[in-house]
């Protein structure tokens, strides 16, 4: 996957994360809490300038009470060129 395009998946996943959190009214440091994550850690998150291993979307999506599969609920339009 090109560079350019994974980090543009990072953004979107990011701006979901800030989304939900918003939606359910918590600041980062109640989602930290909820988490047992730093808040500075989950605002790098949001930011799209980190990328995060699955155990952590799982800890994110207990945090937010939704199924991990709603941290992905984004539209991205898929190219082929994305994978060569």
């Known amino acids: 996957m090109k560079k350019i395009y994974k980090q543009k998946i990072l953004i979107l996943f990011g701006k979901r ?48 009470k939704v199924h991990p599969s709603e941290l992905f609920n984004f539209k991205h339009e898929w190219k082929d060129e994305m994978f060569e």
């Open 17 to 64: 994360l800030k989304e939900l959190r918003l939606q359910r009214k918590l600041s980062l440091r109640d989602l930290a809490k909820e988490c047992d994550l730093d808040n500075s850690y989950i605002s790098k998150v949001e930011m799209g300038k980190i990328n995060i291993q699955f155990g952590t979307i799982i800890e994110l999506s207990g945090g937010l």
